[in-house]
């Protein structure tokens, strides 16, 4: 049965258009985790910064055709259970203030840890408004989009830019 799009729809993209992210020549898995719950310090109001608070996170890995299909061992696959405890050790750990960062921060750490084509993120807070189910943010990476954006490169260009003429070839 075919799913109607609409403007209004907020349910993270169906498994089957993901699927077309990865290279047309090669089958694709998608590992996914939906409505996972748990709690942390975000936001950028007085009143979340000093209470935690509720978020749920849905995401959805693609990989490329996991040996795992014909092996039927989990070390030939992405391991949600290890996604899983990588997300809550974020939540209480990271200082990021908004969703994008933590998220951007989960989707680098997901593609540093397993062999990810790409990652879909949405995380919400529920309930932030009396008259709003949920806030939140849903973020796309392709590995080389999310990596060049990491924090380590970053400073790595950085580094390079300031020490830019000071060395000679």
Avoid: W
Avoid at 62 to 81: K, M
Avoid at 108 to 136: L, W
């Amino acid at each position: 049965m075919k799913q109607s799009s609409s403007a209004l729809n907020t349910n993270p993209t169906p498994l089957s258009e993901l699927s077309r992210d990865c290279s047309t020549d090669m089958d694709c898995d998608i590992i996914f985790i939906r409505d996972f719950t748990g709690e942390t310090i975000i936001g950028i109001c007085d009143d979340e910064l000093e209470t935690p608070q509720k978020i749920i996170i849905n995401i959805s890995i693609g990989i490329a055709r996991s040996l795992a299909c014909t092996t039927d061992r989990i070390e030939h696959t992405v391991d949600y259970d290890k996604v899983r405890k990588l997300i809550k050790d974020l939540l209480k750990t990271h200082r990021y203030k908004l969703l994008e960062g933590l998220g951007e921060e989960i989707a680098n750490q997901i593609f540093t840890h397993f062999n990810a084509k790409f990652i879909r993120i949405e995380i919400k807070k529920p309930h932030k408004y009396p008259d709003v189910d949920s806030v939140g943010v849903s973020i796309f990476r392709k590995k080389a989009t999310a990596c060049a954006k990491s924090p380590t490169v970053r400073k790595t260009n950085i580094l390079d830019f300031i020490g830019e003429g000071h060395i000679t070839s």
